[in-house]
C-alpha cells in the first residue's frame, strides 16, 4: 500500500496561494488520491479527488504528474479560515478496502 | 441535510466497561466506515460497510465489533474498554466504493477510557 509523505507544518499568508504537496511513490494502478480539510474538533471534509492529470473544483486544484508519485494541492488566495489540517489520502477498493491517511499538514494563514 | 449524525459526542468509561457509538447517515450511501483519530495522528480505518448486511476489517479492528442492520445505521461497540481505546472515533459514508467518491464524516466522538 500507499505510504504518504506530507509536510508536518506551513505558514502562509492571507491572499497567497497555497501549495502543499503529498508524497505516495508506490502507488498502485487502482489508487485515487483524495485531498481532505479537517478543523479542531471536527470530522475531516472532502476537498477534492483525482486520478492523473488536473482536476479543479470552486476551493482547490489537484495536479497529479504522469508517474502519480506525488500530488500537489493548490489553495487559491487563502484567508484566515483556511487554517487546518490538510489529509491526503491514497486509497484503493478493489480486495478490500485499504486506506492509507498521512499525518496530515498544518496550515497556518496568518494576517 | 443532516448527512452523517453521530452520539455521544463525548464519553468517558471506566476500563473494562462497555459501549456503542451510534452512527446514522440519511444520505441513502451504501459505504459506511468507522475510523479512530489519536492526537496528533491522522485516521485509521476500524470497520467498514458496503452494504446492509455486510461489514468487514479495516485496519486497527481488534476490541471492536460492528453491524449493518440498516443502510442508515451503523454502530460501533466496545466490548471491554481499555485505555488504548482512548481516541476520537469518526463515521463516514460514500455513495460507492473509493474510486471515485469523497466521504462525509461525522463530527466525531471523543471517548476517555481511564
Known amino acids: 500500500l500507499a505510504k504518504t509523505t506530507q509536510p508536518i507544518s506551513m505558514d502562509s499568508y492571507e491572499g497567497q496561494e497555497v501549495n502543499i504537496t503529498c508524497s505516495h511513490n508506490?502507488?498502485?494502478?487502482?489508487?485515487?488520491i483524495t485531498w481532505y480539510q479537517q478543523f479542531p474538533s471536527q470530522g475531516p471534509r472532502f476537498i477534492i479527488q483525482?486520478?492523473?492529470t488536473k482536476v479543479t473544483n470552486e476551493v482547490a486544484s489537484l495536479f497529479i504528474p504522469a508517474d502519480r508519485k506525488s500530488s500537489t494541492l493548490s489553495l487559491p488566495r487563502v484567508s484566515l479560515s483556511d487554517t487546518a489540517v490538510y489529509y491526503c489520502?491514497?486509497?484503493?477498493?478493489?480486495?478490500?478496502?485499504?486506506?492509507?491517511f498521512g499525518a496530515g499538514t498544518r496550515l497556518f494563514v496568518k494576517a | 441535510n443532516a448527512g452523517v449524525t453521530q452520539t455521544p459526542k463525548f464519553r468517558i468509561l471506566k476500563i473494562g466497561q462497555s459501549m456503542t457509538l451510534q452512527c446514522t447517515q440519511d444520505?441513502?450511501?451504501?459505504?459506511m466506515y468507522w475510523y479512530r483519530q489519536d492526537p496528533g495522528m491522522g485516521l485509521k480505518l476500524i470497520y467498514y460497510?458496503?452494504?446492509?448486511?455486510?461489514?468487514d476489517k479495516g485496519e486497527v479492528p481488534n476490541g471492536y465489533n460492528v453491524s449493518r442492520s440498516t443502510t442508515e445505521d451503523f454502530p460501533l461497540r466496545l466490548e471491554l474498554a481499555a485505555p488504548s481505546q482512548t481516541s476520537v472515533y469518526f463515521c463516514?459514508?460514500?455513495?460507492?466504493?473509493?474510486?471515485?467518491?469523497?466521504?462525509?464524516f461525522g463530527s466525531g466522538t471523543r471517548l476517555t477510557v481511564v
Open positions: 463516514a459514508s460514500s455513495p460507492g466504493g473509493l474510486g471515485n467518491y469523497g466521504y462525509t
Open positions: 508506490n502507488i498502485a494502478t487502482n489508487d485515487y
Open positions: 483525482g486520478y492523473k
Open positions: 489520502l491514497v486509497a484503493r477498493n478493489t480486495g478490500g478496502f485499504k486506506t492509507i
Open positions: 444520505m441513502n450511501h451504501n459505504y
Open positions: 460497510s458496503v452494504g446492509a448486511g455486510i461489514t
